[in-house]
């Protein structure tokens, strides 16, 4: 694209050597492009050369200048796209609460958890939530496997052993 040159405000500690390093440590995808596409227009290229390069947008490496010059390279790593998610249903001190009650082993299901919860806190959560829930609170069952009351212990006890 033709227009006037991008002029970019680069901090004394960015050089294009920094840069390099920066990009090649960063372990986050997202993040590893955006300082990707910064080294190479420290570097000298043109916007659209780091564009095409990158294969993003032209305006997708303007906005990551833009935010460059907000705040630095911590500024560059901090946005996400996307938004922020929705707001949690239950505060951080309730989700303790929950992962606690979890972690007694009163509970032999998930739908229990989420019965227990809405009692407690009148809120409701659908099964794929509650999961995503637990998963995050890094709650799992720790319920025993059911025996059949006709099974015989000493039995399968012997045939493990190969008797």
Not at 27 to 49: E, F
Not at 69 to 79: C, Y
Not at 123 to 147: N, S
Request: include cysteine; proline fraction near 3%.
């Amino acid at each position: 694209m033709a227009g006037r040159r991008l002029r970019v405000v680069w901090q004394a500690a960015d050089t294009v050597e920094g840069l390099q390093q920066a990009y090649r440590r960063e372990k986050n995808g997202m993040n590893r492009s955006r300082l990707h596409g910064l080294w190479l227009l420290r570097s000298g290229q043109t916007v659209g050369q780091v564009a095409q390069t990158l294969g993003v947008h032209y305006r997708t490496v303007q906005r990551w200048v833009r935010w460059y010059e907000a705040g630095g390279l911590t500024e560059v790593r901090l946005h996400r796209l996307g938004g922020r998610g929705q707001q949690p249903k239950l505060t951080a001190e309730q989700e303790a609460a929950v992962a606690a009650e979890v972690a007694t082993g009163r509970f032999r299901t998930a739908a229990e958890v989420g019965l227990w919860i809405t009692e407690q806190y009148g809120v409701t959560y659908r099964p794929g939530g509650l999961y995503a829930l637990l998963g995050r609170l890094k709650c799992a069952p720790k319920v025993p496997r059911p025996v059949h009351a006709k099974a015989d212990r000493e039995v399968q006890a012997a045939w493990k052993r190969g008797a």
